[in-house]
């Protein structure tokens, strides 16, 4: 098998990790596991993103979604 480049393996590492991260989401179902599954795909596609598109997404206002009681 043929070495990965260093962005594939970048991106490959960061995928591995998005799916455990969603695997033990599925798993155990609690919010907390699903916020650290979404955190991991993002990370996941900064790898793809440029680097001014990523100061855009991250200088963008978003607002974050509240539980109410």
Known sequence: MAELSPADAEAQVAFEVYTDA???MLRTMRPEDGIAAGRAYRRF???FLTPDQ?????????????RSA
């Open 22 to 24: 969603q695997a033990r």
């Open 54 to 66: 990523r100061r855009q997404l991250d200088a963008a206002n978003i607002v974050p979604f509240r």
């Open 45 to 47: 596609l900064d790898v």
